[in-house]
């Protein structure tokens, strides 16, 4: 596996073996369901190295790495190491696996060059998947899961809900 620097070029991993990995964030797009969903099942894993999920883009993230293009953390999923490491596309997933106890083996399997391209073809299924999304909302469809933000709620008893967000501000016409 090998990390890239924050720049365009990629760069030969930096020497593994004396600087370890101890802990990884990775940064995510939290207006994209697909990347709050896999955040969600990430922080229900078992993890032999520690992961902040950090939204791609946030304050937070520009406070933390103020040397990254955020703009392509929100394009492509970036994941950082706490020596520097800056890991992205299928390298991010691999070295993402990588932390989960139960996946380190498929990590392993995914970083040789055959691997690889598994990885590379999910990663292009999903930005796939988050371009349809973002096509079909730009084309005022909406095309997304229902939001809470937006009004709607889920019981699994009675299923879908929606009270119209509150117009604390006036702004909400009436009709």
């Known amino acids: 596996m090998s990390a890239v620097t924050a720049g365009p070029r990629a760069t030969p991993d930096r020497d593994a073996a004396r600087v370890p990995v101890r802990r990884l964030t990775v ?39 103020p040397g990254l293009d955020h703009r392509a953390t929100l394009e492509e999923i970036t994941v950082v190491g706490d020596a520097g490491q800056v890991y992205r596309g299928a390298a991010a997933w691999i070295v993402t696996l990588w932390a ?51 009004g709607w709620s889920y019981d699994p008893r009675a299923g879908w809900t929606y009270t119209p967000p509150a117009c604390a501000d006036g702004s909400c016409s009436t009709g």
């Open 27 to 65: 940064l995510y797009d939290a207006g994209c369901e697909l990347c709050v969903f896999v955040r969600d099942w990430l922080n229900r894993q078992p993890q032999l190295v520690p992961l902040d999920l950090v939204p791609a883009g946030s304050g937070r993230a520009r406070a933390r790495f």
């Open 100 to 150: 989960l106890r139960a996946h380190r083996p498929l990590a392993h399997r995914l970083s040789t060059p055959a691997g690889a391209r598994l990885a590379k073809g999910a990663v292009l299924a999903a930005a796939k998947w988050r371009g349809a999304y973002g096509g079909a909302r730009a084309a005022g469809w909406g095309g997304r899961s229902y939001r809470a933000a937006d």
